[in-house]
């Protein structure tokens, strides 16, 4: 069976500091799909990035870097110099990399709240 | 990646009626999943649509509470059926295609009163 852990419920920070959402996943399948989505208080959910499980590369894209430590079965997004539009609900999410129509697994989400 | 429009984006409904939620996606897709998510919880997988046959339901969720359709590789339909408040949630159409992400709808934002 596959689980994502998101151990922090919500988070708090003040403008422009730096804030680290925890995603700990557990899965027996040797290669799989690691996400992260973001769900602002609008409702839709928008992809952030994906990451391979044999690419254990971390991301940057502008404010956010991704690290992925597969030894510890970690996914950690990082939002540098955090702004009130970062303000949302974020999901870490898991899937079989396996052929086909996998379901994807979904922690039970973080909710950042950046105050100004 | 493709875009999914949803409708309706929200709506407040009579306990004992029903709710039709649709999708439109952009391009083909051959797999679509339907999503409840309940306030400040996680997304459940309520099903999924394959074009031409029988949705596949999750434990826990029935296709005469949960009618899906799937005529075509480009639309969806989700019937919420019954409506108690128990079903106030926001329901959530995601596509998978050739790209390996799940996009999302808009989501429909259902309370029932």
């Known amino acids: 069976a596959q689980k994502v852990t998101q151990a922090q419920t919500e988070i708090s920070v003040v403008e422009k500091e730096d804030v680290t959402l925890d995603c700990v996943y557990e899965?027996?399948?040797?290669?799989?799909?690691l996400f992260w989505y973001k769900q602002p208080p609008s409702g839709e959910l928008v992809f952030l990035i994906r990451r391979n499980s044999f690419d254990e590369q971390n991301e940057i894209s502008g404010r956010y870097s991704w690290n992925f430590q597969k030894s510890t079965s970690s996914f950690n997004f990082t939002i540098t110099a955090s702004q009130v539009v970062d303000s949302a609900v974020y999901f870490c999410?898991?899937?079989?990399?396996?052929?086909?129509?996998?379901?994807?697994?979904f922690g039970t989400g973080t909710k950042l709240q950046v105050i100004p | 990646s493709a875009v999914i429009s949803q409708k309706p984006s929200r709506d407040i409904c009579q306990r004992g009626t029903s709710l039709t939620i649709q999708c439109q996606v952009d391009s083909q897709v051959t797999m679509m999943f339907w999503y409840r998510q309940q306030p400040g919880q996680s997304l459940t997988l309520i099903a999924t649509a394959n074009q031409g046959s029988e949705a596949t339901y999750e434990s826990g969720f029935v296709i005469d509470k949960f009618p899906i359709s799937r005529p075509n590789l480009t639309f969806s339909t989700l019937t919420v059926s019954n409506l108690s408040p128990e079903d106030s949630s926001i329901y959530l159409c995601s596509g998978q295609g050739t790209m390996t992400e799940a996009f999302f709808g808009q989501g429909t934002r259902l309370t029932v009163v």
């Open positions: 999410a898991l899937r079989r990399y396996s052929g086909g129509y996998q379901k994807v697994t």
């Open positions: 899965t027996r399948d040797t290669t799989y799909y």
